[in-house]
C-alpha cells in the first residue's frame, strides 16, 4: 500500500528573499545614486546590480571569477563582482559601465573600444571596458604588474606586453585581442591629456 504525502501549497512570494534565508538592508552607491535594498545575505554584488537595479551592463559569464565579464569598479578599483557579496559593498562607490559615461558623451574607453571596434559579440566587452579603466589608473599610479621592468620610476609604460598582463583576467571568447589592446592604448594617450589639460588649467 502506497502512503499518501500531502504537501502544503507554498506562500507567495512578498520578498526577494526566500522565507528563513536572513536578509539584510543595505544602501548602495550605484553610477553616483544611492539604491535601498533588502538583500539575502548571500547575494552576489552583480547579482543585487542585473537582478535588483536592472544594470545588465555586467555580465554574468562564469560566476566563479574566472572570465572577468563581470568586472565593475569599487572605489576606483576593479572587481569581480561576481566575488562580492552586496553588503560587503555597502559605503563603497561601485561604477558599472552604465556610469562611465557623461550624458552622451562616451568616456575615452568607451570611446576607444567603438573606434578601434574592440568586440565582437560583446559579451565580455563592458568588464573589458571598466577594466582598463581601473588598469589605467593603477599604471598611472605606479602599480606594477608581473612583467614590469622598472617599479622605481613612478608611472608605468603601457607597452602591449603590460597591457595583455593587466588584462589576463578578462577573457574574449571571440578573440578580439588584436583590437583590445590598441584600444587600450588609444584610451590611455586620451587619458594622459586630459590630465595634461587639467593640470594646465
Not at 569599487?74 to 557579496?85: A, F, K, P
Not at 588584462?167 to 589592446?181: D, E, K, Q
Request: proline share 6%.
Amino acid at each position: 500500500m502506497v502512503s499518501q504525502v500531502s504537501v502544503e501549497p507554498s506562500p507567495p512570494a512578498t520578498s526577494p528573499n526566500p522565507p528563513g534565508v536572513p536578509a539584510t538592508t543595505i544602501t548602495l552607491d550605484v553610477n553616483g545614486s544611492p539604491h535601498r535594498l533588502e538583500v539575502d545575505n548571500r547575494t552576489s554584488l552583480l547579482d543585487a546590480l542585473r537582478e535588483r537595479l536592472d544594470l545588465t551592463g555586467s555580465k554574468k559569464g562564469c560566476d566563479h571569477g574566472q572570465c572577468g565579464a563581470c568586472t565593475v569598479l569599487v572605489d576606483g578599483r576593479r572587481t569581480n563582482s561576481c566575488l562580492v557579496l552586496a553588503v560587503s559593498a555597502e559605503g563603497s562607490d561601485v561604477t558599472t559601465v552604465e556610469g562611465l559615461a557623461d550624458g552622451d558623451t562616451l568616456h575615452p574607453v568607451q570611446q576607444a573600444f567603438l573606434d578601434r571596434d574592440a568586440y565582437q559579440c560583446g559579451y565580455c566587452t563592458p568588464g573589458q571596458i571598466c577594466s582598463t579603466v581601473g588598469m589605467i589608473e593603477e599604471a598611472r599610479a605606479g602599480m606594477p604588474s608581473h612583467v614590469t621592468t622598472d617599479i622605481t620610476n613612478g608611472e608605468i609604460d603601457l607597452d602591449d606586453e603590460e597591457v595583455r598582463e593587466r588584462l589576463s583576467g578578462n577573457l574574449c571568447r571571440c578573440g578580439a585581442y588584436m583590437n583590445i589592446v590598441p584600444a587600450v592604448h588609444d584610451a590611455a594617450c586620451a587619458h594622459d591629456a586630459d590630465a595634461t589639460e587639467r593640470a594646465t588649467r
